[in-house]
């Protein structure tokens, strides 16, 4: 049978606010959600948005509700990715539109949008989400969703020029926060479709990390401004604790400083590399934990000035680099879920969180915010994520996956990527592509569609057996 015919028994999900129709309590539910897609039978106190809590069991997301949830996302619904020259025409006669983004091919595109969301029983849209028509404006969105806070526009992918790794001790970073605080958070402050807002993507923190992707690091920035700058004054001042004269720190760097205040005055005395020792190297380690520390707290406090409702998830961090290791202890004092990206053969993903749980400083929740399974063909060779040889293999490793970190009683929440295939002539995707759920022109993977319906269907089953 068609999945559309499928309808009656779709998962309820926020969409029933919206008056779509749907069963208010599907037949293939272990026990009844909320609108939001919690679940009825375990409650805790309601305050009208997302938050955390943790009972004697386990750690949760709770609903707007009050009602226990595990956030079950998806990625990637951009919607300029059904408007490609691969399949524009598609889109444009399914959606009965003269063209993409005209006011058919939008209530198309959020009405189609919707109901592959109820059907799959998907609960979240991921950070990775461009679809304006499901997001705003603020206060209506059609769906939940992580929304977006970026004072630094750090995401890997950007490239972020050395001028955006500027002096986060400087009041001028911390006017920055809260100009852009005031300007995407605040209006959003009251809507309860928002689970939490994430900062960038997979921030580049670590030498390591800036090698490989040729970009520059904090320390290496800030390290090199003026006397008038807070950061160089708090590099000098550590440095003067890790060297007992700065003969010794001259022999690290072979450098001709006859004092720290001249370090102090002096501008652009390193050049941005990575470290050529040891020493520099725990240098700028050292000094990345003052750094990350000043860049989350005034992100922290001015996101917190304009909204005291919804989560602070912090930067998506990079859990393939080491970029994650090196500042989870400094993040996790400010943020309210430990956010993650994750792309990894099955085995390696326990070993992996239980390191990680152990590092964070305040105890939170986790939440793998990004990742998935892949299998390559002749218009995908090489998409993101570990490579199954079937789609039957890459369904039975996902309802794996979702099972075993459910059992942790950290882990809160998975959001796919993605949703709907890229292929290797669309723009940016030549040498690496996101694979979905379904084809280019909507058709799902069979295997995938009864894999994600299994997890949506049990997935409060699967948490309450952690």
């Known amino acids: 049978m068609n999945r559309r015919k499928f309808i009656q028994y779709l998962v309820p999900s926020a969409l029933s606010v919206h008056g779509l129709q749907g069963a208010k309590d599907s ?38 509700k009050g009602n226990a949830f595990i956030s079950f996302g998806v990625n990637h619904y951009h919607a300029d990715w059904w408007a490609q020259e691969h399949n524009r025409d598609y889109w444009i006669g399914r959606f009965k539109a003269k063209k993409p983004f005209d006011d058919s091919w939008n209530a198309g595109f959020k009405a189609e949008a919707l109901k592959d969301l109820k059907f799959l029983g998907i609960n979240t849209l991921g950070v990775h989400t461009d679809a304006s028509m499901l997001t705003e404006p ?75 992707y040729n970009i520059t690091t904090f320390p290496r920035q800030i390290r090199n401004l003026g006397k008038k700058s807070p950061g160089k004054k708090a590099y000098v001042e550590l440095m003067s604790t890790r060297y007992d004269s700065i003969d010794h720190f001259n022999n690290t760097y072979k450098a001709k400083f006859r004092s720290w205040d001249q370090l102090l005055e002096t501008k652009n005395w390193r050049e941005d590399l990575y470290p050529d020792n040891s020493k520099e190297k725990q240098d700028n380690e050292q000094f990345l934990y003052l750094c990350v520390d000043a860049y989350y707290k005034n992100a ?29 202890k400094i993040t996790s004092k400010y943020t309210d879920v430990v956010n993650f990206q994750y792309y990894a053969e099955l085995e390696t993903h326990k070993t992996s969180m239980d390191r990680w749980s152990k590092m964070i400083t305040h105890d939170q929740p986790i939440i793998n915010g990004d990742s998935g399974f892949t299998v390559p063909c002749s218009s995908m060779p090489n998409p993101y994520g570990p490579h199954c ?50 084809t280019i022109k909507g058709t799902y993977y069979d295997d995938m569609e009864n894999c994600v319906r299994e997890i949506s269907s049990n997935l409060y089953k699967f948490a309450s057996s952690s």
């Open 138 to 212: 603020p206060g209506q969105a059609a769906f939940p969703y992580v929304a977006t806070y970026t004072p630094l526009k750090l995401s890997h992918y950007l490239k972020p020029s050395n001028e955006v790794y500027m002096d986060v001790f400087s009041d001028e970073y911390k006017d920055l926060c809260d100009a852009v605080a005031k300007e995407t958070v605040a209006p959003y402050a009251n809507d309860p479709m928002i689970v939490g807002f994430c900062m960038s993507d997979c921030p580049v923190f670590s030498d390591d990390e800036a090698q490989w």
């Open 389 to 438: 040889k079937t789609q039957k293999a890459r369904a039975e490793m996902t309802l794996q996956y979702v099972k075993d970190s459910l059992e942790r009683d950290n882990f809160v929440g998975w959001h796919m990527c993605g949703i709907i295939d890229t292929i290797k002539t669309m723009p940016s995707k030549e040498f690496s592509q996101h694979q979905g759920l379904m």
């Open 300 to 328: 922290n406090n001015s996101f917190r000035k304009y909204n005291k409702n919804h989560l602070f998830l912090g930067d998506k961090l990079n859990g393939n680099s080491n970029g994650l290791e090196s500042v989870i």
């Open 27 to 64: 037949q293939n539910m272990p026990e009844p959600r909320d609108e939001f897609g919690g679940n009825k039978n375990k409650h805790f106190k309601a305050t009208g948005f997302f938050r955390t809590e943790r009972d004697d069991d386990r750690w949760w997301l709770v609903s707007p």
